[in-house]
């Protein structure tokens, strides 16, 4: 990478992996199982929604932990597609599903009318939105070996055809920003990337080659900047959680950004009074998302997003995806601490700024909170 350069000290060292410790401290914890308000986890990830049964099982999981309704973000593409929003047509009112973008055959001519055409198609057939993966910026080349970045203008026509249908783009740029420094036990993401399996350094960007976390969020500010009638979902809070600064200078410059909290809370958590200012202060802007799937069927995923949000708990597990052979959690070896956000914040965080971008869900939601 160009421009972010690596703390000094930071050579790659022989690994080392440790137990995570069980802490003996003895705290108070709220009794908690389900969401106070029905949540909207705007970033849920299942292909299983092709069945009654799929939808069944996951708004019994919905049911039971308390959530108003979650964003399939892997509709696909195609008859991949048409067959979700078929299966899910009894279940709109529960599961919001997303045309999934696709950049395969990019680099033909005709492309981009051809995308946005099935965009449109999508949305018409009940699609309440667009997903784009990190694919974006950090895979997808151009013939010349080039990564093909979010203000490409190609993909202008994809970004006004949410706009003209007033569909939200959930939009993954980049990635965590420890990734693009060396693998290392001093690296905060060590865990999460699995580095310390002997050879194994995917989803490592740092001196191979990659676009900079710099170059990929050039474009991500260029495409909000051209297309401001479009309102983009910023998966990850843009990948920004580790600089509450800069991501306050996003949201304060691109009124069309939106930001969700899915697998930044194992962050956030770590600064529960800067990130309960922070989230306060931006309340219309910051919804809920997970990045979690009901495939794993009912867990204790979920739980832990709502005692950060809504409790004052301390020093708890976050809700990492992965464990490592160590069995400390994945996406970082510490415990976290909610912020206890007031009620009327939690309501916006949980629902209401989700359903500015999903207006059909309203009277759903509407009728949960009428039955609690
Ligand atoms: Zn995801």
Excluded: C
Aim: hydrophobic fraction near 40%; charge should be positive.
């Amino acid at each position: 990478m160009d421009s972010v350069k690596a703390p000094p000290g930071w050579k790659p060292e022989a690994p080392v992996v440790r137990h995570m410790p069980v802490t003996l401290l003895r705290l108070p914890r709220t009794a908690i199982t389900r969401a106070r308000f029905p949540a909207i986890d705007f970033h849920v990830h299942t292909r299983a929604m092709k069945t009654q049964d799929a939808y069944e099982k996951a708004v019994k999981l919905m049911d039971a932990i308390g959530m108003g309704a979650f964003v399939n973000l892997n509709g696909g593409t195609g008859a991949e597609l048409d067959a979700v929003l078929k299966a899910g047509e009894p279940y709109k009112d529960r599961i919001a599903n997303f045309i999934t973008f696709s950049s395969a055959g990019i680099n033909e001519p005709g492309w981009s009318a051809k995308f946005a055409a099935e965009m449109e198609r999508a949305f018409k057939a009940g699609a309440f939105g667009m997903k784009v993966s990190k694919a974006l910026g950090l895979s997808a080349k151009n013939p010349d070996g080039t990564f093909i970045q979010a203000d490409d203008p190609r993909l202008d026509p994809v970004w006004a055809m949410a706009a003209k249908y007033d569909r939200p783009i959930m939009i993954h740029l980049g990635d965590s920003i420890g990734r693009f420094y060396p693998i290392s036990p001093k690296n905060e993401r060590y865990e999460a990337g699995l580095w310390h399996r002997p050879g194994d350094t995917s989803g490592n960007y740092y001196n191979n080659g990659s676009p900079s976390f710099e170059e990929i969020d050039r474009a991500r500010e260029n495409m909000h900047r051209k297309h401001p009638k479009t309102r983009f979902v910023n998966a990850h809070l843009a990948m920004l959680y580790y600089d509450a600064e800069k991501l306050a200078a996003f949201l304060d410059t691109y009124p069309n950004a939106d930001v969700e909290i899915s697998a930044t809370v194992q962050d956030l958590g770590r600064a529960p009074r800067l990130w309960r200012e922070f989230i306060i202060k931006y309340q219309d802007r910051v919804l809920m998302g997970s990045d979690g799937s009901p495939d794993r069927g009912i867990d204790d995923f979920w739980t832990p997003h709502w005692r950060y949000l809504e409790t004052y708990d301390e020093y708890f597990e976050h809700p990492a995806q992965i464990r490592t052979e160590g069995g400390s959690p994945g996406h970082g070896r510490w415990n976290i601490s909610g912020i206890g956000l007031p009620d009327a914040v939690l309501r916006k965080v949980y629902y209401q700024n989700a359903l500015r971008h999903l207006p059909s869900l309203r009277a759903s939601i509407e009728k949960q909170l009428a039955g609690r």
